[in-house]
């Protein structure tokens, strides 16, 4: 079994920082990929930004050049730098990581931009 947890979350205003983090732990090893997806009020779920076991990233247009995803293979953790942030970016951000095919889902952290 795989515990997927976020933390970072929290109130910042338009221009600021935050730091998400997540952490793996169970029945987890090796490389896989893994990622942050968000939802905001009466929106669907999107992708934000994703990274694969090798390190290779992606990023949502909307937050190219803003945001960053890094992430510690030590310790099983995925990291979502989020830089000049707008209130448009307010939402719930999910962790994901894919596992043996298997998607393993966090139970989100609230990110809300606003003055």
């Known amino acids: 079994q795989v515990h997927v947890v976020e933390s970072g979350g929290g109130l910042v205003q338009p221009g600021g920082s935050l730091r998400l983090s997540c952490a793996a732990s169970?029945?987890?090893?090796?490389?896989?990929?893994m990622g942050w997806y968000r939802q905001a009020p009466g929106k669907q779920r999107e992708l934000v930004a994703g990274?694969?076991?090798?390190?290779?990233?992606n990023y949502a247009d909307a937050v190219k050049g803003r945001f960053t995803i890094s992430r510690d293979n030590a310790k099983n953790t995925v990291y979502l730098q989020m830089n000049s942030l707008k209130p448009d970016d307010t939402a719930v951000y999910y962790c994901n990581i894919i596992f043996r095919a298997l998607s393993y889902w966090g139970q989100g952290t609230q990110v809300t931009v606003s003055s």
């Open positions: 169970g029945s987890i090893f090796g490389l896989y990929d």
């Open positions: 990274i694969t076991g090798g390190g290779r990233t």
